[in-house]
């Protein structure tokens, strides 16, 4: 027997041509400090001071190695001192001790279904991926579908047992918009005038906006203008239509291209030129694609439009409400459409325009709305506007940036009004400073604070009052529709003064006559108007069928309860006037400590209780009339006539007029 004797190599060299790799140096112990000590910090500091009363040292800080309390959305405990009654800092180390090192971001980065970051463990199988609950996966289900899929396709040859499994991933639901682009105007004409496009083509074209419409005589009709037009028109002409919009598309991108050369349009011409049995042969330059039974004989009319309001679009859907017998239009393009119906003399569309604007009034609209029915001499829209705004231009248009797009004639108007709404004198006040300043900043997208809009003014030269100004002048009859006299609150009156929009002999005039009625016992003797003119307005809305509301209105040391009670669930309310005394509960102790009580035992009032609301699809007032009482502090002479009404849906508009008589 021959023995072999091995080589002696030593243990630390590795053997000539092995295919092993090198041991790793060792990690030093400067680079494994700082993840044990991050390690270890969470459970020394749970365990918490030792028996010698020492902190534990932390690690020392270095531009690596930094101890931060928060450390991302994993929020793990850094700090190794004692946490005592810490409690969120307990929380944040108990959480890094259970939860494992790696993030849920982590591991599923880790573990993804990837084969070229993975190893397979058994070269004799096929790949498996690995599936955890923690992360998606492919579907058993879809994964059997698409082995069964590929069993069945014989031409497919089967993949070898190492290869890498193909797996089928689930499929995504494809996201599809409603509009997957904005129709063009030739579009929606052709939505609306399909039923007709499909029976027969158009024998009358249309030239307006720089666009040709295609349209049929038999709906022309309900248009003045366009039936003056066709019953003028010249002899009709012969033209050719496509048979559908993917012809059109077609032949006009070969023929207008640029693209192309010579010899390839003269292939595509040969190959799209077809043979029809009773017509001559056509090309792309009299097109392929047409039909001889869509060969017509069509009008060409003419129409100058000089409108910024009518649009292509609006020209369209007006066009278009012609082949309908209802009116088809949208809240967004109703005054466009309109300004088409008016100037086409289409007085079904006119009256069917009119009838949504009346129908989907609200702020936002409003003021377009307006604007439109004034130019295009609607009546009925006009009225409805002016109804809106005035129960609504202070609780609502007054917040939002709607409110620059008000005219300046309505809103003179509203505030000459005698069905005005607004909570009191100074809640009007705002709301014109508001629409001055939006329509002096029409780049702003929303509406500032009112006390931004308090510090603009306030910031403006102080040598004059801004209606004194040039640019303030244009204004000043809308501040005197205002009843000045009406706001009786200092701070209502500080916030006046700091704005410096009145002049100084303005304000002067208010304050004296604040000071007389204070000492003749409310007796406004400086007042030389009618009743609206002088009266002082506060009101309330009910938006909601609760029991009774009240709102407290003070002037000139007298104090009254303005009040609404529900007398059955039909809604019947009942409206009336009650004089408070100084020890009354409904007043409030700032008023009982600091605001003036008169002394007299009766006041003389004149005084109107206007009620409004939407009730059978019409704005509906009622009102007491100018009515005199003596309010005195006893019981039977506290509280005016009660004013009664049935009926009534929410939200009421309740506004009371007062007024003091010199006596």
Not at 178 to 200: C, E, G, M, N, R
């Amino acid at each position: 027997m021959t023995t072999v004797e091995w080589p002696v190599l030593p243990l630390n060299r590795t053997p000539p041509g092995s295919y092993f790799p090198a041991i790793p140096p060792p990690t030093p112990p400067a680079a494994r400090s700082y993840p044990q000590a991050v390690r270890n910090a969470p459970i020394t500091a749970l365990m918490g001071i030792v028996v010698d009363g020492r902190q534990p040292a932390r690690h020392p800080e270095t531009v690596r190695c930094r101890v931060r309390k928060q450390v991302g959305s994993t929020n793990r405990w850094r700090l190794p001192q004692s946490l005592g009654s810490d409690l969120l800092g307990t929380s944040q180390a108990v959480k890094a001790i259970k939860e494992p090192a790696w993030s849920d971001s982590v591991r599923s980065i880790m573990t993804g279904e990837s084969a070229c970051t993975s190893v397979n463990p058994d070269p004799d199988k096929a790949y498996k991926f690995q599936m955890e609950e923690s992360r998606p996966f492919s579907s058993p289900r879809l994964l059997r579908k698409a082995a069964l899929s590929r069993s069945s396709s014989p031409s497919i040859p089967s993949p070898p047992r190492t290869a890498p499994a193909q797996m089928v991933s689930p499929r995504l639901a494809i996201h599809k918009p409603l509009t997957p682009h904005h129709p063009t105007p030739a579009q929606v004409l052709h939505y609306h005038s399909k039923h007709i496009f499909d029976v027969a083509g158009p024998d009358v074209v249309l030239h307006c906006l720089s666009t040709s419409w295609e349209l049929h005589k038999p709906f022309l009709q309900k248009s003045k203008v366009l039936s003056e037009l066709l019953y003028k028109a010249e002899n009709p002409k012969q033209q050719h239509f496509y048979r559908d919009r993917t012809a059109e598309t077609l032949d006009r991108y070969i023929r207008d291209s640029d693209i192309y050369s010579n010899e390839y349009q003269e292939i595509s011409q040969r190959l799209n030129t077809v043979t029809i049995s009773d017509g001559p042969r056509k090309g792309l330059s009299d097109p392929a694609h047409t039909s001889i039974q869509r060969t017509r004989n069509v009008t060409a009319i003419k129409l100058k439009i000089k409108d910024a309001n009518v649009t292509k679009e609006a020209l369209a859907i007006a066009l278009g409400n012609l082949y309908h017998d209802d009116t088809r239009v949208d809240e967004e393009d109703v005054a466009g459409v309109m300004a088409a119906a008016y100037h086409m003399q289409c007085p079904g569309l006119l009256n069917g325009c009119s009838q949504i604007m009346i129908d989907t009034v609200k702020a936002s609209n409003v003021c377009t709305y307006m604007k439109a029915a004034i130019q295009y001499e609607q009546s009925s829209v006009i009225t409805t506007c002016e109804r809106w705004l005035e129960l609504n231009l202070v609780p609502q248009l007054s917040l939002q940036i709607h409110l620059r797009e008000l005219p300046m004639e309505v809103m003179t108007k509203l505030l000459k009004s005698t069905r005005l709404f607004t909570y009191n004198e100074y809640s009007l006040y705002k709301t014109l400073c508001n629409w001055i300043f939006l329509r002096r900043h029409p780049e702003l997208k929303l509406m500032p604070s009112h006390s931004s809009i308090i510090t603009y003014f306030n910031s403006l030269p102080k040598h004059s009052a801004f209606l004194e100004r040039e640019e303030g002048q244009v204004y000043s009859g809308l501040f005197l529709s205002l009843k000045l006299h009406g706001i009786t609150d200092t701070s209502h009156l500080d916030d006046i003064q700091q704005m410096n929009i009145l002049p100084y002999q303005w304000l002067l005039r208010v304050l004296t006559q604040h000071y007389h009625s204070l000492q003749a016992g409310g007796d406004m003797r400086l007042l030389q108007y009618n009743f609206y003119s002088g009266s002082v307005r506060a009101g309330f809305i009910m938006e909601q069928d609760l029991p009774f509301y009240c709102e407290v209105m003070s002037i000139h040391g007298f104090h009254f309860e303005l009040k609404a009670v529900r007398l059955d669930a039909e809604g019947t309310y009942t409206f009336y006037i009650q004089r408070l005394k100084p020890s009354d509960p409904v007043l409030s102790f700032r008023a009982c400590e600091r605001h003036t009580f008169s002394l007299r035992q009766d006041r003389d009032v004149r005084y109107d209780i206007k009620v409004q609301c939407f009730l059978d699809g019409q704005y509906q007032c009622w009102s007491t009339g100018v009515q005199a009482h003596g309010f005195g502090l006893d019981g039977k002479t506290s509280q005016s006539k009660p004013f009664t009404l049935s009926n009534l849906r929410c939200p009421v508009y309740a506004t009371f007029h007062m007024v003091f008589p010199p006596t």
